[in-house]
């Protein structure tokens, strides 16, 4: 990028114009050069006066320079005071094409109005459930309590003690069925029953035996009532 010499001796100039100084700028390689030419008859605080182009350097994109020598004289003569200064100007800035700042634009606005149909969305549904809320504030839960019982799978001489079992597809079927209707399930056990009581006589089982099998399953149901 090229430094724009003069554009930066006008600004120097005009900053330090109450001193009654002239100021000269030029550039070699990545150094600047600023001469202060102060009037014969006048005595000038150089220092202060390349404190204030310093500061006024580093607000310049400057390009390649990176230092500036100083150099202070009276006007038409030989330097009698210099200082040099490492710079630190911002970076500069990256140039973007016309057609992507278009498309960015665009698509800052499409944004927006995106953002603002969504806020929109949740602002409504907020109102809404505060609104049902506001309506029915004593909203109450019911409980309903299914039982699915055992079916016999096998038998055996003595038909009462037979092995029962329950089934998933029924469960299932239950559930389901419940669900659609706004029922949730919210617990489930499964009751047992004795099956060999033992007692010594002939008609039952004797010995040590599996003394249970599954009666029903019981599943719990709850669900809010608005009324």
């Given at each position: ?37 102060r009037p014969r008859d006048k005595t000038v605080d150089f220092t202060a006066l390349a404190d204030q182009t310093v ?72 109102f809404f459930m505060l609104l049902l809320g506001g309506l029915f504030p004593n909203s109450k839960w019911e409980y ?15 038909p009462k003690f037979s092995a029962k079992e329950v089934s998933l597809v029924e469960l299932e079927s239950e559930v ?52």
């Amino acid at each position: 990028m090229k430094t724009n010499l003069e554009a930066i001796r006008q600004e120097i100039q005009g900053a330090i114009a109450p001193a009654g100084v002239t100021v000269e700028v030029s550039q070699t390689g990545s150094q600047l050069t600023v001469i202060f030419n102060r009037p014969r008859d006048k005595t000038v605080d150089f220092t202060a006066l390349a404190d204030q182009t310093v500061d006024i350097l580093n607000r310049q994109p400057l390009g390649r320079i990176n230092c500036v020598k100083f150099y202070g004289r009276k006007t038409g003569g030989t330097p009698e005071w210099e200082y040099a200064e490492p710079l630190s100007p911002p970076p500069p800035q990256a140039v973007i094409p016309k057609k992507l700042q278009t498309g960015l634009s665009e698509f800052g606005q499409r944004f927006q109005f995106y953002n603002q149909t969504v806020t929109a969305a949740s602002a409504l549904a907020i109102f809404f459930m505060l609104l049902l809320g506001g309506l029915f504030p004593n909203s109450k839960w019911e409980y309903k309590t299914v039982y699915v019982r055992a079916e016999t799978v096998s038998s055996n001489a003595y038909p009462k003690f037979s092995a029962k079992e329950v089934s998933l597809v029924e469960l299932e079927s239950e559930v389901e069925k419940l669900g659609k209707q706004g029922w949730e399930l919210v617990d489930s056990f499964v009751e047992d029953e004795t099956v060999h009581p033992n007692f010594g006589n002939e008609e039952y089982v004797t010995g040590l035996q599996p003394n249970v099998r599954p009666n029903r399953v019981v599943l719990l149901f709850k669900r809010k009532t608005w009324f």
